[in-house]
């Protein structure tokens, strides 16, 4: 895996301290243990509609969970668990919107392709391809003009990186020099099809960064730090009026798109590399064990994960289903739904 | 009281806000150096600056998305697109996104901004730059539809989008740019949802809308001097909020309706109207309601095609003459 294809690597420019690095192993166990127990509600048919799991893509949603300032702003895909996770929206408010309870983020009325805390800076997540690029851009101006060094992230996939979304935002961006970080997390299938198929260039963002005059950048996004370390620099350039930062960082999901898929698409020898050698939570755990963290503090780390997650499960199952008139609230900023007197 | 065109009423109502609260910020295709390709927003630039008033690419997507992340987040943003045909590149931003922000996410979302756009026919644009496109606007549930027929209106509901807090699309007649009439000066304010009685009158309610408006005006002069008609023309001025209150007392009195609409038939907001005041007031009506609007057809670009397809004067008094 190329690091970074123009020497622009950040690679031992932002050291982690221990605390940073047991904050990014936490956020990465805590991310798993959300996406498997979110994969379990579902077999057991607990679950309303459909989930987008992130399981294997955890290191590049932890790595700017612990770079990004408090108020600074997310914006991602229906894919998006871990990104809202990060941000501080809690295992219980997210299952319980996939169970579609009243204890749920947004009770039930988005679901779990919608999840949203803006007073979080998780900006919503949205599932209509590219949509949110040139959003997240919006809100990176308007960082700008009202001077306050906010930056904007907007995690997208690769399939998002052939439609027409994705060219007008970067453009956009890159001409108004917005604090902006665009990352595409390539788990190298859009839905059911390889990536690889349907794009003109090897690298889907990497490959096309020159035509926004931006720097190409293509790193392993399972490489927690790396990731942290790519995050940092990114902010750095957003907050100081660098402009936009166009990452991709390779990946790849463990299971299908959604859970209507068992991803029988890709060969099995493939899936097993990616899951047994290339698991971003296993390679983090050793690396730090083998530079000499005690494995007593991951160990701390992964039992109260297990303690958090069950607790989060049960506090969603015992909360019941939201209200029926909440269904008619919240279309106008009035808090209600009349279109006529 | 200024005479005032309804383009330089854009400028106005767009300075008055920007004036007001320094969070208004306005973005679009040639809408700052140029000053608008309808020459609509002449002069915002060299008063409030290329931080407040800027030239954006040809980026429907980006203009818009741009405008719901600026307004999420704090500002209030005013969109162009400059012709109404264009929303249909950058629709998913205006149904997905914008008109479903705040409901998707439990009401955490706000979403105040303006999308302004040149619609309507009469310019000899032909099919791609003519469309009226309110209808679409008004089938999404979330936005709010506003459709000015003269100058003050313009000004005054213009003002009021601006500074309403939920998303506004904001539709400007193009071959009305160049009408003048009596604005007022200084700040002015038109509530949104308030249809405007445009002519009052007791024998058949003409409901009108944008460009349609002075030409039941004009047909409800010639009714009365030829047939001895007396038609209440109302201007809903806004498809949602929807006065419907006004409809419906008007048509209460005069026991006819007529919608007059520049959208092709097929679900144009008349339809709704009659359905309205069909549910609502039909124990009132002593005839048949009937719509006049563009036939369901793209329009032709040369002018004796385009006239014949957009409602007429003459086709207004045809048809209310014609009523039992």
Same mark, same amino acid.
């Given at each position: ?20 690095? +047991? ?5 990465? %166990?805590?991310?798993?243990? !959300? ?10 048919? +607990? ?13 590049? $949603? ?43 983020? +947004? ?56 439609? &027409?979304?994705? /060219? ?9 020099? +917005? ?25 889907? %963002? ?31 350039? $957003? ?103 | ?25 306005? !973005? ?6 140029? &000053? ?16 407040? *008033? ?24 005013? %969109? ?5 045909? =264009?929303?249909? *590149? ?18 955490? /979302? ?14 000899? =644009?032909?099919?791609? /730059? ?29 003002? $009021? ?8 699309? =904001? ?47 004009? %047909? $409800? ?104």
């Amino acid at each position: 895996m190329t690091k970074s294809k123009d020497k622009t690597s950040s690679a031992g420019k932002y050291p982690l301290n221990e605390t940073k690095q +047991l904050e990014l192993y936490q956020l990465m %166990a805590e991310c798993r243990a !959300l996406q498997q127990r979110a994969h379990d509600l579902f077999m057991q048919n +607990l679950v309303k509609g459909t989930t987008h799991l992130g399981l294997g893509q955890e290191a590049i $949603a932890a790595g700017f969970g612990a770079a990004m300032r408090k108020d600074d702003y997310t914006f991602n895909t229906y894919r998006g668990h871990n990104h809202n996770y990060v941000r501080g929206v809690s295992m219980t408010a997210i299952l319980g919107e996939l169970m579609g309870r009243d204890i749920g983020q +947004l009770r039930g009325k988005g679901g779990s392709m919608h999840i949203t805390d803006t007073t979080k800076g998780a900006m919503g997540s949205y599932a209509i391809i590219g949509a949110h690029m040139p959003i997240a851009a919006g809100a990176a101006w308007s960082a700008q003009y009202r001077g306050t060094e906010q930056a904007a992230v907007c995690f997208f996939g690769d399939g998002t990186t052939n439609i &027409g979304a994705f /060219h007008e935002a970067l453009n956009f961006a890159a001409i108004w020099k +917005l604090p902006v970080v665009y990352v595409c997390e390539n788990n190298q299938y859009m839905e059911y099809t390889a990536i690889g198929d349907v794009t003109a260039v090897p690298n889907p %963002a990497a490959d096309r960064a020159a035509s926004y005059g931006l720097t190409s950048i293509l790193v392993d996004g399972n490489d927690a730090e790396l990731m942290y370390e790519t995050a940092m620099a990114a902010l750095d350039t $957003a907050r100081s009026g660098g402009g936009p930062t166009l990452i991709e960082a390779v990946t790849y999901r463990h299971y299908g798109h959604s859970r209507a898929d068992p991803g029988k698409y890709r060969p099995d020898e493939e899936v097993a590399e990616w899951k047994n050698n290339r698991d971003p939570l296993p390679l983090y755990r050793n690396k730090l064990l083998e530079a000499g963290m005690p494995e007593s503090k991951l160990a701390a780390i992964d039992a109260n994960t297990e303690e958090m997650i069950d607790k989060a499960t049960e506090e969603a199952k015992s909360s019941g289903p939201p209200p029926d008139e909440i269904a008619f609230t919240d279309v106008w900023a009035d808090g209600g739904a009349a279109w006529r007197n | 009281m200024a005479q005032l065109s309804y383009r330089d009423a854009v400028a106005a109502a767009i300075a008055q806000e920007m004036r007001r609260d320094k969070n208004v910020l306005f !973005l679009g295709e040639d809408v700052a150096a140029a &000053g608008g390709v309808f020459k609509a927003t002449v002069g915002l630039l060299d008063e409030f600056g290329p931080l407040r *008033v800027r030239d954006t690419p040809i980026s429907e997507q980006a203009i818009l998305g741009a405008a719901m992340g600026a307004a999420m987040t704090g500002l209030k943003p005013i %969109a162009e697109i400059m012709f109404s045909d =264009f929303f249909a *590149v950058c629709w998913d931003i205006v149904v997905n996104e914008i008109a479903k922000a705040r409901y998707m996410s439990n009401g955490q /979302h706000e979403c105040p901004l303006v999308i302004r756009s040149a619609n309507g026919g009469g310019a000899r =644009f032909g099919a791609q /730059h003519s469309q009226s496109i309110e209808n679409w606007a008004m089938a999404v549930p979330g936005i709010k539809v506003v459709a000015p027929s003269n100058a003050a209106d313009v000004k005054g509901l213009l003002a $009021a989008s601006i500074q309403d807090p939920d998303p506004v699309l =904001f539709f400007e007649q193009k071959s009305m740019y160049g009408l003048k009439c009596d604005v007022p000066e200084g700040d002015y304010i038109i509530p949104l949802g308030q249809a405007n009685i445009a002519r009052e009158g007791s024998d058949v309610t003409i409901v009108a809308l944008a460009a349609m408006v002075p030409k039941a005006l004009k %047909a $409800a002069e010639v009714l009365q001097e030829k047939h001895g008609l007396s038609c209440e023309v109302i201007d809903p001025r806004c498809l949602v909020p929807l006065d419907t209150k006004s409809i419906l007392e008007s048509v209460s009195k005069t026991g006819r309706l007529v919608t007059v609409e520049e959208n092709p038939r097929l679900c144009g907001w008349g339809a709704e109207i009659a359905s309205i005041v069909g549910e609502e007031c039909f124990w009132n009506l002593d005839a048949p309601i009937t719509r006049i609007t563009t036939p369901h057809i793209p329009l032709a670009s040369v002018d004796v095609l385009e006239d014949l397809m957009i409602p007429s004067v003459d086709r207004i008094v045809s048809v209310v003459s014609e009523m039992d």
